[in-house]
């Protein structure tokens, strides 16, 4: 007598499990170290100044008049915000049907845009955008954070700074990631003023800089009758002028123009300003589904762009 199998059997239940992987990265570094502020308008503004020069003539004689005053007013810059959004459009049926992994579709999808719109956002604040003002029919766009930093840098031949969120940076020719790069950089920025603490990089860029001389050794102390650990990432690099975090970000890529570039920062000195945070905003029924707005209205506040450096032109 024929047995009885799987193959020829009807209604088993089908084997879905009810947990959704997803591997896509989230973590966005650089708005997550940087600081958060209000915006007021669609145009931040921000006030910079410095100190002048010291000098080795700052001296009087006794008893003699004051003398003329020589002040100077702050700098006024500012950058125009940004407006970043999602729509998610879900059919009654599907937010009704019974569903693996997730109870509401809805909430799912929103889950998703959001972290969505985070990279979309990270990737722009890295960029060499430049902020423009738009009209009725064009966007506004935000000055990413390469069109900013025009003090301290390191690029390759006909490589040009950018300038004031409005000016982008020129590429120049590509050239090996060295840590002689990175200390020039490092020394203008300390000795403009700033204090250099995270150095972000590419994943590309963060195996390279690993090999670096100035890279903070780690040791672990291991009983004798056990496995030591061997650590090959590198996470501080001991500069001259204090000690560096160095931080991979996976979103300096070609779509950013960061896949040749590296920032040396003061996470203290820049700060991500929200005209609208995250909202959402629903949308009227045409039928039967729910629409929903997701969307978040921002720019980026480089506080003094002289506290920063960039190192462009690197071979990816």
Known sequence: MATYQTYTAIGMREDLS????????????????????????????????SLSASVLTNYAVEGATASDATMSPTTRVGNRTQIAQKTVKISGTLQSVDKAGRKSEKAYQLAKASAEIKRDMETTLLSNQVASNGDSTTARKL????????????????????????????????????????????????????????LMVNPAHKQ?????????????????????????????????????????????????????????????????????PFQTNE???????????????????VKNQAAHGIIADLTP
Request: proline fraction near 4%; hydrophobic fraction near 40%.
């Open 18 to 49: 009810d947990v959704i992987y997803n591997i896509s990265p989230t973590d966005t570094p650089m708005m997550s170290s940087i600081g958060k502020t209000k915006a007021t308008a669609v145009y931040h503004e921000w006030q910079t100044d």
């Open 143 to 198: 000055g990413g954070l390469q069109a900013w930093l025009s003090t301290n840098g390191d690029f390759g031949t006909d490589g040009v700074a950018g300038s004031g969120g409005t000016t982008a940076r020129t590429n120049g020719t590509n050239r090996t990631f060295t840590e002689d790069i990175l200390k020039v950089v490092v020394k203008e920025v300390y000795a403009s003023g700033g204090n250099p603490k995270v």
């Open 208 to 276: 390279v800089a690993s090999t670096f001389a100035g890279i903070a050794a780690q040791r672990f102390m291991a009983p004798a009758n056990t496995p030591s650990t061997i650590i090959s990432s590198a996470d501080l690099y001991m500069s001259d002028f204090g000690t560096i975090s160095i931080v991979p970000n996976r979103f300096m890529t070609s779509t950013n123009s960061c896949d040749e570039t590296a920032f040396v920062l003061d996470p203290d000195m820049a700060a991500v300003a929200y005209l609208r």
């Open 283 to 301: 949308l009227a029924v045409t039928g039967d589904n729910e629409s929903t707005q997701l969307l978040a209205e921002y720019t980026l506040e």
